[in-house]
């Protein structure tokens, strides 16, 4: 037992060689300059905790009100949805409707236009003949009352024997 508390003794000894002792004196030292600047800084350090833990709560409260602000973010989602939906249906349902009325428009076009055309001329000959009507009037207005005179024979225009 005495050799081995001799042994221990001696890897104690060499622990707390000279070297050592210095190396920890050193870490006592810087562990104590430590103590003192955290000593020095306590208020900046209480006042920087107490920051941090406002932080904190002022991010909880964030998070806590966050909820609902996707909820709401998701409901507007889903309206912007449903209206593009909807703004599809219209679109194509208007669509339809240009489809209808150009077929529409050239049923009429086929069908309308050449009326028009025929009335137009026969409009055009009616009036070609009521200029000449009042051409007629107008260079002899007795003639509607009285009928058409004869004209007379021409020279050399006499009756044929």
Not at 88 to 95: K, L, P, Q
């Amino acid at each position: 037992m005495l050799a081995k508390l001799d042994s221990t003794s001696n890897n104690i000894n060499s622990i707390l060689n000279d070297e050592n002792r210095a190396a920890f004196k050193s870490a006592l030292a810087d562990i104590a300059i430590v103590a003192h600047t955290i000593a020095a800084r306590k208020n900046t350090l209480d006042a920087g905790i107490a920051s941090a833990a406002r932080t904190f709560d002022n991010g909880a409260r964030a998070t806590a009100q966050l909820g609902p602000a996707i909820e709401r973010i998701g409901r507007g989602a889903d309206a912007v949805e449903k209206m593009g939906t909807e703004v599809a249906r219209t679109g194509v349902s208007a669509g339809t409707m240009v489809d209808s009325v150009g077929a529409d428009v050239k049923r009429f076009t086929a069908e309308t236009i050449p009326e028009l055309e025929r009335l137009l001329g026969e409009i055009s000959v009616l009036a070609g003949s009521l200029r000449r009507l009042s051409e007629k009037i107008e260079s002899g207005p007795g003639g509607l009352l009285l009928g058409r005179r004869q004209v007379p024979s021409g020279p050399g225009e006499g009756t044929a024997k």
